[in-house]
C-alpha cells in the first residue's frame, strides 16, 4: 500500500436498493458501482438516463445510505464531517431558498462551512464576480433564470475553496457561452489541483474535459479508463458532403446501405465500410455531383456510451 | 463552536424565511385583531373591562401561537424535502440532528418575536384602558412560550417521517389531547379497570401535559387559578419550563433519530 496515494473518491462494488411505499416494494438502483477517482483528475461519470449516475453520487454525499459495499470520499467514510469539509458538490438541477439573495445563499454556505463572517463575504464576492453574477447578487433567487440559478449553484460549491468537485450535470441549463465559461473553470479547477468528478450527459463537453471515465449502464460500472484507452482509435465511418446531387443518386446510395441525409443543396453520406469511399466518391462524381468535403470519423465518446449500453443490454 | 455556529446558521436562515413569509403576517395580523377587538369587547363590560381584554388577548396569543407553530412546524423539514433544498445542506459539513434542531431554534425564534409583538400590542390595549398590569400576565406569557415549544417540537417530530397534513392532524390531535389531560386522567380514574381506562392512562402519559401551561381558570392543588387573582409563581413557571425543555428535548431526539434514517430520493 506505501507510496499509493489516497483516492480522492472510491467505491467497491456499491449497491443501493431503495425500499419505496406502503408495500415496501424494492427497486434497485444500482448493483455493483465501482470507482477509483485520483486526486487532480477530472473524472466523467457517464450513462444513460437511469443508469444510476445520481444515486451513486448520492450514496456518496450521505443522501442516500447504501446498501452494500463500500465508499469512501478524501480517504473517509462517507458522511464524515471532515470529509464533508474539503468537498464541494452541485446538485442536478440544483434547488436553493428562493428567498435568499445570491449573496445570502454564498454567506449562508459558507457559515455552514465554519468560514468567518469576513472570510465568508470575501469568497462570495469573489466567485459572485468569477460566475458572472456580481450585479445580480441582491436579487432573490426566485427572479433567476434557470442558467443563473446553475451559475449560483457552481458558486456554492466552490465556497468553502474545496478539494474535491462533484458536479452532477452542470452543464445543463447553459447557454452555449455559460458553458465555455464552466469548461474553462473546470479546467482552471484543475489547475489548481482540485479533483473533479462530473456527471453529465452533454458528451461533447466531458469529452473536452475528463482525463478518465467511468461508465455506468443498469447500476453497474461497465468500463473505467482514460479516454484515449476507451475510444475506438480505428476510423468507425466516412463523411462525404456532394453538392448537385440528383435525387436517384441520393436513393441509390441510401439503398446501397449508406447513410444519406439532405442539408439545404448538398446531400452528406455516411460511408461504414473504408474499402467504399473510393466506390461511393467515384459514382458521385459519375453521375456529375461534386465533393465538397471527406471527413474521416473516429469513435467519439457518444459512440462509446452508445455501444456500452448495447453490449450491457 | 463549530456544532453551535451550524446550528446558529440553520436557525437564522429559518427565521429569516418566516420573515419574508406573507403568510405568517397574515395570522399575526388577525392575532393583532383579536386582541384589539377585545377592546370592544371589553366595552360590552363596562365593571370588567380590562378583564375581559386580558383573558380574549391571552387566549388569542395563546391560540394563534400553537396556530403558526402547528403550521409552520409541520412544513419546516417537509418543505426541505419537497423543495429538494435539503441536497445542498446534507453534503456539507452538517449532521443531520443539526438541521433538525437548527431548524427548531429558527421556528422558536419566530415564534418567540411574533408572541414578542402581540404582548406589546396587549401592553397597549390594556394601557389605553388604563388597566394595572399584574404580575400573573408576563408569567402567562412566558408559559404560553414553553406550551409552543413542546408543540413545535412535537409538530418537527411528526413532520419527520409524515407529510404535513397528516402531522398537522396529528399534532392537532396531541394539543387538543394535552389540553384535556387533568379530565381525561379523571375519566381513566372511574373506569380504570377496562381496557379503554388503561388506553386512556397510557396516552396520558405519551402525550404533554399542556395544562400545564394554560393553567389560568384551572383547579389545581393551590385552588382556583386565575391571571386575575391567585396565579403560580416564577418556580412554577421554572418548572413548567424545565418540562417544555425535556420534553420538546425528547421529541426532537425522536425526529433526528427518524431523519437520520431518511433516504432523500
Excluded: C
Aim: net charge positive; proline share 3%; charged share 20%.
Amino acid at each position: 500500500m506505501s507510496g499509493e496515494s489516497v483516492p480522492a473518491l472510491l467505491t467497491e462494488h456499491l449497491a443501493k436498493t431503495y425500499v419505496l411505499g406502503f408495500f415496501r416494494r424494492k427497486v434497485r438502483a444500482i448493483t455493483d458501482v465501482t470507482l477509483r477517482v485520483e486526486p487532480g483528475e477530472i473524472f466523467g461519470l457517464l450513462g444513460p438516463n437511469g443508469a444510476g449516475k445520481t444515486t451513486t453520487l448520492k450514496v456518496l454525499l450521505g443522501l442516500v445510505r447504501r446498501s452494500s459495499g463500500a465508499a469512501e470520499l478524501l480517504g473517509r467514510p462517507v458522511g464524515d464531517i471532515r470529509a464533508k469539509r474539503r468537498l464541494g458538490y452541485l446538485p442536478e438541477s440544483p434547488y436553493f431558498y428562493d428567498y435568499l439573495t445570491g449573496r445570502e445563499l454564498l454567506t449562508f454556505m459558507a457559515k455552514l462551512f465554519g468560514l468567518s463572517r469576513a472570510e465568508g463575504r470575501r469568497r462570495a464576492e469573489q466567485l459572485l464576480g468569477r460566475v458572472g453574477l456580481s450585479g445580480s447578487a441582491g436579487l432573490a433567487l426566485r427572479r433567476y433564470s434557470k442558467g443563473m440559478l446553475q451559475r449560483i449553484g457552481i458558486a456554492q460549491a466552490l465556497i468553502n475553496d474545496p478539494e474535491l468537485v462533484i458536479l452532477d450535470e452542470p452543464l445543463t441549463g447553459l447557454d452555449p457561452l455559460g458553458r465555455k465559461d464552466l469548461r474553462e473553470l473546470i479546467a482552471e479547477l484543475r489547475g489548481q489541483g482540485k479533483t473533479v468528478v462530473l456527471s453529465s450527459h452533454i458528451l461533447s463537453d466531458v469529452e473536452l474535459l475528463a482525463d478518465r471515465v467511468a461508465i455506468i449502464v443498469k447500476g453497474r460500472t461497465v468500463n473505467t479508463g482514460p479516454l484515449t484507452e476507451l475510444l475506438d482509435a480505428r476510423v468507425v465511418s466516412t463523411e462525404v458532403v456532394v453538392a448537385g446531387a440528383e435525387e436517384g443518386l441520393a436513393s441509390a446510395l441510401s439503398d446501397g446501405g449508406h447513410g444519406v441525409q439532405r442539408i439545404g443543396d448538398a446531400v452528406r453520406i455516411t460511408i461504414s465500410g473504408e474499402g467504399e469511399i473510393d466506390a461511393v466518391i467515384d459514382r458521385v462524381r459519375r453521375e456529375g455531383a461534386s465533393v465538397q468535403s471527406v471527413t474521416p470519423r473516429k469513435e467519439s465518446l457518444e459512440d462509446l456510451v452508445v455501444r456500452m449500453t448495447r453490449e450491457a443490454e | 463552536m463549530r456544532v453551535l455556529s451550524t446550528l446558529f446558521a440553520i436557525s437564522l436562515n429559518t427565521f429569516r424565511e418566516a420573515v419574508r413569509n406573507k403568510v405568517l403576517y397574515s395570522l399575526l395580523f388577525f392575532a393583532v385583531v383579536v386582541i384589539v377587538g377585545s377592546l370592544a369587547f371589553g366595552a360590552l363590560s363596562v365593571a370588567e373591562e380590562a378583564r375581559l381584554t386580558t383573558d380574549l388577548g391571552l387566549a388569542g396569543m395563546s391560540l394563534f401561537s400553537v396556530i403558526i407553530a402547528i403550521f409552520v412546524g409541520v412544513n419546516l423539514v417537509y418543505k426541505e424535502l419537497e423543495r429538494k433544498t435539503v441536497y445542498s445542506i446534507i453534503p456539507k459539513p452538517v449532521h443531520r440532528y443539526q438541521f433538525v434542531v437548527g431548524k427548531f431554534f429558527g421556528m422558536m425564534i419566530t415564534l418567540a418575536v411574533q408572541l414578542a409583538v402581540m404582548t406589546a400590542v396587549l401592553l397597549v390595549v390594556l394601557g389605553l384602558q388604563g388597566a394595572p398590569l399584574g404580575g400573573a400576565v408576563p408569567k402567562m406569557i412566558v408559559l404560553i412560550l414553553f406550551e409552543v415549544m413542546v408543540v413545535t417540537a412535537v409538530a418537527v417530530f411528526f413532520s419527520s417521517f409524515s407529510t404535513p397534513f397528516l402531522s398537522g392532524l396529528f399534532t392537532a390531535g396531541v394539543f387538543v389531547v394535552g389540553r384535556s389531560v387533568p379530565d381525561i386522567q379523571r375519566a381513566a380514574g372511574k373506569i380504570q379497570h377496562t381496557g379503554l381506562g388503561a388506553l386512556l392512562k397510557t396516552v396520558t402519559r405519551v402525550v404533554p401535559d399542556l395544562r400545564f401551561f394554560y393553567v389560568s381558570g384551572a383547579e389545581t392543588a393551590l385552588g382556583h387559578v386565575s391571571v386575575h387573582g391567585a396565579f403560580p409563581d416564577w418556580g412554577y413557571v421554572a418548572t413548567a419550563g424545565g418540562y417544555a425543555v425535556l420534553y420538546a428535548t425528547l421529541a426532537l431526539m425522536l425526529a433526528s433519530l427518524l431523519f437520520s434514517r431518511r433516504d432523500f430520493v
